[in-house]
Antibody
Framework: EVQVVESGGGLVQPGGSLRLSCAAS????????MHWVRQAPGKGLVWVSR????????TYADSVKGRFTISRDNAKNTLFLQMNNLRAEDTAVYYC???????WGQGTLVTVSS | DVVMTQSPLSLPVTLGQPASISCRSS???????????FNWFQQRPGQSPRRLIY???NRDSGVPDRFSGSGSGTDFTLKISRVEPEDVGVYYC?????????FGQGTKLEIK
């Protein structure tokens, strides 16, 4: 069974950092593009970042460029999102997604507040 | 960025009746590889999104055949032939042709 499980969310002060992880199982992780999508409370969905199977092609939404870093460890079947200089507007549930929306995790909540 | 515009944003439907959601993109979603990376998602209350339809008209595994997708270029439609209670939620269209990928605003389907 395909599973992606996010972790690492929590409460952080503005300007702080968090590192999200996504543990993948049930499929050959190294064959797939992986993505992060976020959803602010009561709002719609926003695509944040993507990384190709080898980790050599990476792109970001303008709203996070220069602050967030996506990476992956294919040996450990894990996707990461390093989030620095966090802002209140980054408050959201962050979803790990396989491919263009094929499989989603349950999400991890990031709250940026003083 | 490609703007995805859904209508209606609120959709009250009687059980057993059909429903239809439209989505229009601000530019063509035909990729240089010839495919159209246009998807529909369902988000039930309190749940993660779930993809229903990929590449315009292909149903994902386990999706009931009362859901169907159609369209081309910039205009797309999701149809539900007979609405069931478990269809309540928010439906999003999404394009994966141009980066950044973008979603529509969402259409909230409720039972009358």
């Amino acid at each position: 069974e395909v599973q992606v499980v996010e972790s690492g969310g929590g409460l952080v002060q503005p300007g702080g950092s968090l590192r999200l992880s996504c543990a993948a199982s049930g499929f050959t992780f190294s064959n797939y593009w992986m993505h992060w999508v976020r959803q602010a409370p009561g709002k719609g969905l926003v695509w944040v970042s993507r990384i190709n199977s080898a980790g050599t092609i990476i792109t970001y939404a303008d709203s996070v460029k220069g602050r967030f870093t996506i990476s992956r460890d294919n040996a450990k079947n894990t996707l990461f999102l390093q989030m620095n200089n966090l802002r209140a507007e980054d408050t959201a549930v962050y979803y790990c997604v396989r491919g263009i929306g094929g499989y989603w995790g349950q999400g991890t909540l990031v709250t940026v507040s003083s | 960025d490609v703007v995805m515009t859904q209508s209606p944003l609120s959709l009250p439907v009687t059980l057993g009746q059909p429903a239809s959601i439209s989505c229009r993109s601000s530019q063509s979603l035909v990729h240089s590889d010839g495919n159209t990376y246009f998807n529909w998602f369902q988000q039930r209350p309190g749940q993660s999104p779930r993809r229903l339809i990929y590449q315009v008209s292909n149903r994902d595994s386990g999706v009931p055949d009362r859901f169907s997708g159609s369209g081309s270029g910039t205009d797309f439609t999701l149809k539900i032939s007979r609405v069931e209670p478990e269809d309540v939620g928010v439906y999003y269209c999404m394009q994966g042709t141009h980066w950044p990928y973008t979603f529509g605003q969402g259409t909230k389907l409720e039972i009358k």
